[in-house]
């Protein structure tokens, strides 16, 4: 055994107090089996005067040993290693004290189940980027959202909101989202139909795990959205995809698979399908949910755009007319605040809700309080309906320069359609102009747009990209266009 | 059919614009088949008339309508449903217009997976509350992280904490925690080993998706917590229990089990095992890293309560020894902050944080960036060392006079250990006196106390309760003991 004077090594430096790096050190050396159970540890003096310390902390750092029943003190014969410790060989572990890193790779096994990860454009710094179509969050009302939390900080402000709360959601926010959701799209549901989740994601997990076991069918439109195919999949689902074309979701193939075997769930996007920006047709939403009542699937209706249409009031949602429980409706205020801002909901049958929120308490126990009252506040207030007045016009703006400035300076490689509403375009290179490549070009000259690939389930057609426009503003956008321009110039 | 005129209701006190009123009143009745396709809407002259509102809000109505498809127009003829719509039988819904209420009840079938609940006891309103466990969230160190919030509203505010943030957690969050980790446990995690979770309990449950299977082995403590079992019963495992005695967790039980079988997982709480408040000792620590090398099984080791422990300074966790990669350590400030405040963290080797990170972003994307950023700051100024020192002092000597009053008051009656460090004492009821009807009694005069089912995995044993002082102050634990000996006089 090597003297532990030499081992150890103090940093006066450190904001650990000198006696516990004593103490932690002797245990982890203790830990390594380089110290053996039974063997004596130096005086207090001697180790003081090796270590150039005061013999007061040796002492102290002697007696959180014993406290810790790490060593046995035998008055007038010395402290030893506790005799009862395992015996450890020796590991072969860098000489620094307390060496405690964690292992870069864990000792047992386990299945690498979750192995896909669907990622969004992401936002680069200081770059221009088409993301995936998420909002401008200069415009995010978060000066509101933080007076909101400063409410906290003042008299009105009570521990009621730190202690373990509501599951399934605050109770005001479930109140005042009902209230919303009737008034501006006539879904009439109770708060205790209501599920607070964060952001959509949680909705869709929770709702794939409640209802999907191994080998179920879930329907969902291709092109469409990784993120939700990700979720059943890993659920256990089998994925059974139809095309959508201009009026939404391919019913007929939906009923095609329907009579071939049972399926469990249907995934739709109703205002602005993604990745395609489709709004699902009026009379196809009645189809639809006389094709859910017939087959007795149950429907995600993953209305997150909802709140953002330009060209007509949005149409009503499924679950405005779903007399026999068969839509899930899930949505989110992160396009209406910011995406960072993670809150959203699920409203279903309460015999569903029951389960989604048994099985949120095991996923994280609950929401952030906090942040719930806040957005309950400003629901109540009248800030987000005003804020989505004013957004609306911004985006609906942005849109309309978006798309002639497409049609000007790209017209002749590229095609697509106006979208109703959102965030994005959907548009397509023309004569074989790749993706990728154009993607390539672009980054070189400061503009991220998408590759092309990642947005059908099984193949690499990369003639298409979706271009998030809402989060530039009207230079931007012009500057934008002119760099694709170029990069389309370069790739022909 | 009815005539539309008498069945739209209208009402100028809502915030639903009246033009909206009407649009979706009559896409209600055409959804519900009271308007069947093809059927003639009245003039808007007339349905004005009928209403008692302006000719002008019925024609953009009925232009809203033609939107959305619901109509077909033909100039001179009149407005029409349109023909394509699939035809409905019209359905029993009581006259509310529009009368879109959620069901009550799916219509497709899901299994129960989820079936138990486990409920801390509550705060109830202005009672006095024994609870589990909590810290007292009068103290809690609120008005700094107003004060963080704060901050995002001023001129250091970027909208970079509003767009997708890292699956991972913050990145300042994740030095800091490292830099935390290390200085007060002796954990040595690089930033990339630690996973930012929404508290213990997200950490616990993403842990149990990816490492555990159906049929798998989890070894866990009896009594033990709930909370946690339920997890790992969700994820398929089996659960195989051990006794904890006064040293922690019985390694002669656990060892028995590896070697009739293979064990994937054992769960151990080192400081203030829940329910009975015991340490796990020194001794111990080193024998379940070895056990855990020999029989290859992972280890979560939830530290909770590492923070407060008042007799020595804590035992440093298993993690800091880990050199082989067995341990997942789990934490949080719950308890630090608040329990509604849901922060916590999971550091493992990388191989599974990686995993770890997949599967929490499919479940909800990310974690609130916000307060993520909040935290971060508060370790790195000191705020939190500096609130954990003076709370420390405060619960330290509420347990102290809380064990000082139940052994003056009513030692006779019960038996407890003086906990090493904590929010409760785990006590027994002595002479048969059952838990429930001390509880029953106590409710009557304003105190809430366990009724000591929930604790034993198997067993109705209710002789046991946990008493929760910490969130009781000097006056309060005083009143609470003194109705507990009222209670408990009335039982005997």
Redesign the interface.
């Given at each position: 055994m090597k003297a532990i004077e030499g081992l150890l090594k103090i940093d006066k430096e450190?904001?650990?107090s000198v006696y516990?790096q004593v103490?932690?050190g002797i245990?982890?050396y203790?830990?390594?089996g380089t110290i053996k159970p039974g063997a004596v540890l130096p005086s207090s003096r001697m180790l003081a005067k090796a270590l150039n310390i005061h013999r007061k902390t040796v002492v102290a750092a002697y007696d959180?040993l014993n406290?810790?029943?790490?060593v046995d003190v035998y008055p007038r014969k010395g402290i030893f290693v506790?005799k009862?410790?395992?015996e450890?060989s020796p590991?072969s572990?860098a000489g620094i004290v307390?060496?405690?890193?964690?292992?870069?790779?864990?000792?047992?096994?386990?299945?690498?189940?979750?192995t896909t990860?669907h990622v969004?454009v992401?936002?680069a710094a200081r770059n221009l980027v088409f993301n995936d179509g998420?909002p401008d969050?200069?415009i995010?009302p978060?000066?509101l959202l933080?007076?909101e939390?400063?409410r906290?900080?003042g008299y009105h402000?009570t521990?009621k909101?730190?202690?373990?709360?509501p599951e399934q959601g605050s109770e005001s926010l479930r109140a005042e989202l009902a209230r919303f959701l009737y008034?501006?799209r006539?879904?009439?549901?109770?708060p205790q139909?209501i599920l607070v989740?964060?952001?959509v994601?949680?909705a869709i997990?929770l709702v794939a795990q409640?209802?999907l076991?191994k080998g179920d069918t879930v329907i969902a439109a291709d092109p469409g959205y990784p993120?939700a195919n990700?979720?059943f999949e890993?659920a256990g689902a089998q994925m059974a995809l139809v095309p959508a074309d201009e009026y939404g979701i391919d019913l007929n193939a939906v009923e095609t698979i329907c009579k071939k075997k049972k399926v469990?769930l249907l995934y739709v996007i109703p205002h602005h399908h993604r990745p395609t920006t489709v709004t699902l047709?009026?009379?196809r939403r009645?189809?639809l949910?006389?094709l859910?009542?017939k087959y007795?699937?149950?429907i995600i209706e993953d209305d997150y755009d909802y709140d953002f249409h330009y060209?007509?009031?949005p149409?009503?949602p499924l679950?405005?007319?779903?007399?026999?429980?068969?839509v899930i409706y899930v949505g989110s205020f992160c396009k209406t605040?910011?995406?960072?801002?993670?809150i959203g909901f699920a409203?279903?049958?309460?015999?569903?809700i029951i389960?989604l929120t048994?099985?949120r308490?095991?996923?994280?126990?609950?929401?952030?309080?906090?942040?719930e009252e806040a957005m309950a506040n400003l629901l109540k207030n009248g800030d987000i309906?005003r804020h989505l007045k004013k957004a609306n016009k911004i985006y609906h703006e942005r849109r309309d320069v978006f798309c002639q400035l497409l049609t000007s300076r790209l017209g002749e490689h590229v095609s697509f359609k106006i979208p109703d509403g959102g965030f994005a375009v959907w548009m397509k290179y023309l004569h074989g102009i790749n993706a990728a490549e154009v993607a390539r070009k672009a980054a070189k000259m400061q503009l991220t747009v998408s590759n092309g690939s990642d947005y059908f389930y099984n193949s690499d057609n990369q003639s298409f990209v979706r271009l998030g426009f809402a989060s530039l503003n009207m230079k931007e956008l012009e500057q934008a266009v002119d760099i694709l321009k170029k990069a389309v110039a370069e790739v022909r």
């Open positions: 450190l904001s650990v516990l103490t932690n245990i982890a203790i830990r390594q959180e406290a810790q029943s790490w506790a009862n410790l395992p450890v590991r572990i307390p060496r405690n890193g964690i292992a870069t790779k864990t000792f047992y096994q386990f299945s690498d189940k979750i990860t969004f992401r936002d998420f969050t200069r995010a978060v000066e933080v007076r939390y400063r906290f900080g402000f521990p909101y730190l202690m373990y709360g008034e501006t006539g879904v009439e549901a109770s139909d989740t964060k952001g994601q949680m997990y409640v209802l076991s993120g990700e979720v890993q469990k047709s009026s009379e009645m189809q949910l006389e859910a009542m007795k699937f149950a060209s007509s009031s149409i009503l679950a405005s007319a779903d007399y026999y429980g068969s605040i910011a995406p960072g801002i993670r409203v279903a049958p309460q015999n569903l389960q048994r099985l308490r095991t996923v994280d126990r609950q929401g952030e309080q906090l942040l309906g």
